[in-house]
Each structure stands twice: as structure tokens, then as C-alpha cells.
T-cell receptor, first 114, second 112 residues
């Protein structure tokens, strides 16, 4: 069964460094998302991407964040200058499109900022 | 302000019983509501979606109801098993939006 994959599974970085989190969504899906979950807290929406552009973003998704779909398969989240409070689990998700509203989540990348 | 509330206390039940989890929301007009399962350290897994014009949806041992007047959804697991132990998340998308807003989840523990 097709699934969303994410790499790396765990990333440790120093405050102020740039990180890129990578995702490969399910191949025929049209909508792509990034969410994050700080330890012990709820899953929070960051950004959605459709037709090669951002369709929605939350207040969390400020100028430090960017997303890209550099080719037909990868979907990346870049954090330009990480802060301690960016430490969280980051989940990528994809959605079929008009055929369905359910979202399929990847296993997540645990980002630790020291 | 907008809120999605799930019982933050863990729900402990005996194997074979029916688990009922509640999701209440305020200041949303969702076109649909979804339930996900999340295991520790893992991503949410989609379980069921119910639309605003549907009262009930079933899938195997799972049943979801949706009352847009009460602004509430109930999620039932019948004949529960220890393998059903997990955190269950309610999620909805407000009208015209595609992003999901999640509740904080209810942890279910099924005792053998």
C-alpha cells in the first residue's frame, strides 16, 4: 500500500542553523501539508501546498519557514534559522484531491534544536 | 474563539466493551469531521470521515456520529481489543479551508 515517507527520522541541529526536512508524498496525491507536534501537545497545521504554490498557511509559518516541491516527488520544509522552540515532531501529509478529503501522514521527523 | 475539545483524561475500558469518545467544537462550520488514531511517536492514521449532511458512518468495529446542532461528534469502538489502545484525534476543516485543525486527543487504554 502506498505511503508517505519522511527523512531523516531524527535531526539534531544547533540554534541558528538551517534544516531541510524531506517528504515523499503518495504519488497521485494533489495536496500536500506540513504539520508539527510539540511533545505532549496537539498536532498543529503549518502549511498546505497545491498546484505548486502555498494555498494556506498558519501563523506559525512565518518568514523562517519555506516549502518547495523541487521535482515531481519530493516536498520539503526548510527552517532558515532554527530556534529552541522549533523542537518538535514534523509530519508531512498528502491528500488525494477532489476524490477524498482524508489525509495520509508520514512517520514524522523529530527535530531537536540545541 | 474557535475550539475543539476532547476529553483529556484517559479512557480505560475492559476488552470486549464499547469505547465512546467525544469531540465538541465551537465557532466552526465544518463541512466534514475526521477521526485519526495516533500511536506514541508515530504519525496520525486516518480512520473515518463524516460529512455535515451525514448523521452516522460505520467501518467495521468503528462508528462515528455527527450532530451539527450540538456541535458534537461521537466515536465508538465496539468489541474493543488491547490493540485498540492509542490516542484518538478528532480533526475538522472549517468551511472553505483544507487545513485540518486537531483536537488534543483522548488516550484509550483497553485492558485485557
Amino acid at each position: 500500500e502506498p505511503e508517505v515517507t519522511q527523512t531523516p527520522s531524527h535531526q539534531v541541529t544547533q540554534m541558528g542553523q538551517e534544516v531541510i526536512l524531506r517528504c515523499v508524498p503518495i504519488s497521485n496525491h494533489l495536496y500536500f501539508y506540513w504539520y508539527r507536534q510539540i511533545l505532549g501537545q496537539k498536532v498543529e497545521f503549518l502549511v498546505s501546498f497545491y498546484n505548486n504554490e502555498i494555498s494556506e498557511k498558519s501563523e506559525i509559518f512565518d518568514d523562517q519557514f519555506s516549502v518547495e516541491r523541487p521535482d515531481g516527488s519530493n516536498f520539503t520544509l526548510k527552517i532558515r534559522s532554527t530556534k529552541l522552540e522549533d523542537s518538535a515532531m514534523y509530519f508531512c501529509a498528502s491528500r488525494p484531491g477532489l476524490a477524498g478529503y482524508e489525509q495520509y501522514f508520514g512517520p514524522g521527523t523529530r527535530l531537536t534544536v540545541t | 474563539s474557535q475550539k475543539i475539545e476532547q476529553n483529556s483524561e484517559a479512557l480505560n475500558i475492559q476488552e470486549g466493551k464499547t469505547a465512546t469518545l467525544t469531540c465538541n467544537y465551537t465557532n466552526y462550520s465544518p463541512a466534514y469531521l475526521q477521526w485519526y488514531r495516533q500511536d506514541p511517536g508515530r504519525g496520525p492514521v486516518f480512520l473515518l470521515l463524516i460529512r455535515e449532511n451525514e448523521k452516522e458512518k460505520r467501518k467495521e468495529r468503528l462508528k462515528v456520529t455527527f450532530d451539527t446542532t450540538l456541535k458534537q461528534s461521537l466515536f465508538h469502538i465496539t468489541a474493543s481489543q488491547p490493540a485498540d489502545s492509542a490516542t484518538y484525534l478528532c480533526a475538522l476543516a472549517d468551511t472553505g479551508r483544507r487545513a485540518l485543525t486537531f483536537g488534543s486527543g483522548t488516550r484509550l487504554q483497553v485492558q485485557p
